[in-house]
């Protein structure tokens, strides 16, 4: 197999991009043997969000690189091994890492520098009670895991945007790391005790800071194939200044790469062997780590993407969700979609270029199939033109 550079360690702009691709699961087949987990075991961390149009983004995540998994299959992945009286063998637990993630059972330790520095911190705007704190501790090792609702309401009432006195709570505990997530039932967090759901094996804050940032600058490094301080740094909103204090001991070495103006490093396992193989094509969404970073997406794949959510309608160019469409390698296009019954409607679907609408018919129509929808309907083309050719593509 043909080598890539290795004495400067000079990359061009192609071969990041397909290093970037193959490390984030995209270029090669799809390790279907090792499934949902093994994919949040390679990527390190799989964000959250309540957005849900297609389906969440934490399916999202897998579908993209496996193909039509089962959804109930996603769920099973991340938070089996659980009963009414809470997790017997937990996958994943959920914490702050890049956003509120899924991250690795394994990793626990690793997040000890950031549950010390969350008891060091001021507790924003969230004022608690005395006792307020010690109580939901008493309740939850007294009744065993519940989620916040059970735990006496996660708001107050009559104030939707301000939460209870209890979530408030139980938020700082899952923080500080004396309580944990591994389980949710009907999109709702359930709350354990650290000690009660975590491993004994795991269960320890052992590793001093150094060590837990060095571990997350390798991951990031390996889950990114290349990037740079800031592409690294952020996969798991580390500092700039705790990336620099660690990388030299990371095993990430340096690299340039062809069009980038800012140092980089990559994983040296990415570097042996010249990434081949077929190329997903299939809608991305926008909480994923191939585009998390802005900036980076525009390095690699030269395509400007903007999560519109928050946007006012007017205001908004390609939609609510628009996801990205992945092709070939690149991104060519974006489809903001909704559901209708078994209908998967594209309200928007806006295209790069006349070469974009195979692909993106591809993905429209793999999507629907994940989701059990039997039809697709084009609603708006950003190119007028080649509506009738997408519609004639869909079949």
């Known amino acids: 197999m043909t080598s890539l550079p290795r004495p400067a360690i000079d990359l061009s702009a192609d071969e990041a991009r397909r290093i970037a691709l193959r490390a984030q699961g995209f270029l090669g087949a799809p390790d279907r043997k090792s499934g949902v987990r093994g994919v949040l075991r390679h990527l390190g961390a799989v964000q959250l969000d ?15 690189r496996l193909g039509a998994v089962g959804r109930g299959r996603v769920e099973a992945a991340y938070w089996d091994g659980t009963s009414g ?85 139980v938020e700082r505990a899952l923080m500080y790391g004396e309580v944990v997530c591994t389980e949710r039932r009907s999109w709702k967090r359930v709350y354990d005790l650290a000690e009660r759901a975590i491993p004994q094996t795991l269960l ?15 991951l990031a490094g390996q889950a990114l194939g290349v990037g740079t301080r800031a592409d690294i740094a952020d996969y798991h ?19 340039t790469v062809e069009g980038w ?29 191939l585009i998390w970073e802005r900036a980076r997406t525009e390095r690699i794949f030269g395509f400007t993407h903007r999560l519109e959510a928050y946007v006012p309608k007017p205001k908004r ?21 909704a559901r209708e019954g078994s209908t998967l409607v594209a309200k928007q679907a806006s295209l790069d270029s006349p070469k974009s609408v195979p692909a993106v018919a591809q993905a429209l129509r793999e999507a629907a199939t994940w989701v059990n929808c039997d039809s697709v309907r084009v609603e708006r083309v950003n190119k007028p033109e080649l509506t009738a050719e997408l519609v004639r593509a869909l079949g």
């Open 50 to 64: 309540t957005i849900s149009v297609l389906a969440r983004s934490h399916e999202l995540i897998p579908y993209a």
């Open 317 to 337: 160019v390609h939609g609510y969700f628009a996801m990205p469409v992945l092709a070939g390698g690149r991104l060519v296009g974006r489809v903001d979609p």
């Open 237 to 255: 909103r580390l500092k700039g200044e705790q990336f620099d204090s660690v990388v030299a001991d990371s095993g990430l070495v340096p690299v």
């Open 261 to 289: 103006d800012k140092p980089a490093w990559a994983d040296p396992a990415a570097l042996e062997t010249a990434p081949r193989g077929r190329h997903r094509t299939t809608l991305l969404s926008p909480f994923d780590s």
């Open 204 to 218: 320890h804050d052992d590793l001093d800071d150094r060590e837990c940032l060095r571990r997350l600058v390798r």
């Open 85 to 169: 009286t809470g997790p017997a063998r937990p996958h994943a637990f959920e914490y702050w890492s890049h956003a509120a993630c899924i991250l690795p059972i394994e990793e626990w330790p690793h997040f000890a520098f950031r549950r010390r520095a969350y008891r060091t911190r001021p507790h924003w705007h969230h004022d608690l009670p005395a006792g307020a704190y010690d109580t939901v501790i008493k309740q939850l090792t007294a009744e065993g895991p519940l989620t916040a609702t059970e735990l006496g309401g996660a708001k107050n009432k009559g104030e939707w945007w301000d939460w209870s006195d209890a979530k408030v709570a």
